[in-house]
Nanobody
Framework: QVQLVESGGGLVQAGGSLRLSCEAS????????MGWFRQTPGKERERVAT???????AYADSVKGRFTISRDNAKNTVHLQMNNLKPDETAVYYC???????????????WGQGTQVTVSS
C-alpha cells in the first residue's frame, strides 16, 4: 500500500503561481511513476503531468511550458509547480502513484485525497 497526502492548494489570482506537494509513505516510492491529475465537477479526471525520473516527465498539452513536475526520492515527495494559472484550471488536484496509460486512458493504483486549487479571474 502507498499513502499519498497532498498540500499546497489554495486561492490564487489568474496569472499567479502555486506549488503543490505530495508526500508518499508505504512501499518503495522510487519504483513508481508518479503523477498529478485534476478534476472539476461533472468532468472526468484529467492527467496533468507524470514523472518517472528527473528527466522522464510528460505533460498535458494545456500545461506545457507553465507547469513543472519534480520528485525527490530521498524525501518520498513529488511536486507540481504551476505558473501562469488560468481560471479554468480551478479543480481538485490529485497526486497519484503507479500511474499507467492504456491508449488515451490514464489511471493509477494509488490516489491522494486531493487538494483544491481555485484560480480567480
Amino acid at each position: 500500500q502507498v499513502q499519498l497526502v497532498e498540500s499546497g492548494g489554495g486561492l490564487v489570482q489568474a496569472g499567479g503561481s502555486l506549488r503543490l506537494s505530495c508526500e508518499a509513505s508505504g512501499r518503495t516510492f522510487s519504483n513508481y511513476v508518479m503523477g498529478w491529475f485534476r478534476q472539476t465537477p461533472g468532468k472526468e479526471r484529467e492527467r496533468v503531468a507524470t514523472v518517472l525520473t528527473g528527466v522522464l516527465t510528460a505533460y498535458a498539452d494545456s500545461v506545457k511550458g507553465r507547469f513543472t513536475i519534480s520528485r525527490d526520492n530521498a524525501k518520498n515527495t513529488v511536486h507540481l509547480q504551476m505558473n501562469n494559472l488560468k481560471p479554468d484550471e480551478t479543480a481538485v488536484y490529485y497526486c497519484a502513484a503507479a500511474v499507467t496509460r492504456a491508449g488515451s486512458t490514464w489511471s493509477a493504483s494509488y490516489w491522494g485525497q486531493g487538494t483544491q486549487v481555485t484560480v480567480s479571474s
